[in-house]
């Protein structure tokens, strides 16, 4: 129901878009976010849009990462600029439909110095 594309090896201070593609039921949820996972770490919130296009960024990512939606397309894309080694995790689409927590399968994002 969710599927992320668009990760892959870059250098540091490149940049990436990821995208994420729902089904039109799932998009239609209140809050779709992008999540991130590094080895031995939790995983954490990096942005979140809500179906009106509010967004939301941690604070470690602002000015860098920017989320955005496509109504026409169901899909959610996080463009990453100046990326870091330490922005290296699985990145994971999220979206909070009818109760239920929804994640994609989750696209490798892996940063080189």
């Known amino acids: 129901q969710l599927v992320e594309s668009g990760g892959g090896l870059v250098q540091a201070g490149g940049s990436l878009r990821l995208s994420c593609s729902a089904s039109?039921?799932?998009?239609?949820?209140?809050?779709m976010g992008w999540y991130r996972q590094a080895p031995r770490k939790q995983r954490e919130l990096v942005a979140g849009?809500?179906?009106?296009?509010?967004?939301h960024y941690a604070d470690s990512v602002k000015g860098r990462f920017t989320i955005s939606r496509d109504d026409a397309k169901n899909t959610v894309y996080l463009q990453i600029n100046s990326l870091k080694p330490e922005d290296t995790a699985v990145y994971y689409c999220n979206a909070d439909w009818q109760g239920t927590l929804w994640w994609g399968q989750g696209t490798q994002v892996t940063v080189s110095s």
């Open positions: 039109r039921s799932i998009f239609s949820s209140n809050f």
């Open positions: 849009i809500t179906s009106g296009g509010s967004t």
